[in-house]
């Protein structure tokens, strides 16, 4: 064509995919009118769906089949290994995603509240080998995630 690249979005309304240049505005199928948050990239939901398994994979009994690192940071780790293990469960089954806290709608950064003390958990998608970003972040066998846990005075 022209060289432009298209990328499928999809609805996340009614689940309908349209291919464009853009991020669309409005669903053709069943009229949904809103911002770009509205019609991510599959791409995207792959990642999102990825991010959440790798998240969840903190406190299933079979772990994440994704390749990735938990760390938590000093602040965290100098609370103690009961506060330790209550962040790790509000970052591995945090659901309140919204436009401030997840502006991408991957799911890759989230702040829970832990005894009273609001956290911050991230999402880094690298490279196999831990040294660049990821090329291609939605493709397991080439992307190590690395899911950080602060205090937000440490981010």
């Given at each position: 064509?022209n060289?432009?690249?298209?990328?499928?979005y999809?609805?996340?309304?009614?689940?309908?995919?349209?291919?464009?240049?853009?991020?669309?505005?409005?669903?053709?199928r069943?009229?949904?009118?809103?911002?770009e948050?509205?019609?991510?990239?599959r791409?995207?939901?792959?990642i999102r769906?990825q991010n959440?398994?790798?998240?969840a994979?903190?406190?299933?009994?079979?772990?994440?089949?994704?390749?990735?690192?938990?760390?938590?940071?000093?602040?965290?780790?100098?609370?103690?290994r009961?506060f330790?293990?209550?962040?790790?469960?509000?970052?591995?089954?945090?659901?309140?995603?919204?436009?401030?806290?997840?502006?991408?709608?991957?799911?890759g950064?989230g702040?829970?509240?832990?005894n009273?003390?609001?956290?911050?958990w991230?999402i880094d998608?690298?490279d196999?080998?831990i040294?660049?970003?990821?090329?291609?972040?939605?493709d397991?066998?080439?992307t190590?995630?690395?899911?950080?846990?602060?205090f937000?005075?440490?981010?």
């Amino acid at each position: 064509m022209n060289g432009m690249a298209f990328a499928t979005y999809v609805c996340g309304y009614c689940g309908a995919e349209q291919s464009a240049q853009v991020s669309p505005r409005t669903c053709p199928r069943c009229g949904h009118f809103g911002p770009e948050r509205d019609f991510p990239t599959r791409e995207t939901l792959t990642i999102r769906e990825q991010n959440d398994r790798f998240r969840a994979g903190l406190v299933s009994p079979t772990g994440c089949p994704l390749p990735g690192t938990v760390v938590v940071t000093a602040g965290i780790r100098g609370r103690g290994r009961d506060f330790e293990t209550a962040a790790y469960l509000a970052a591995a089954t945090d659901t309140a995603f919204t436009e401030d806290n997840d502006p991408w709608g991957d799911h890759g950064f989230g702040a829970v509240e832990v005894n009273g003390d609001k956290l911050f958990w991230k999402i880094d998608l690298y490279d196999r080998a831990i040294e660049y970003g990821s090329d291609e972040p939605a493709d397991p066998a080439r992307t190590h995630r690395v899911l950080t846990i602060l205090f937000p005075s440490e981010y």
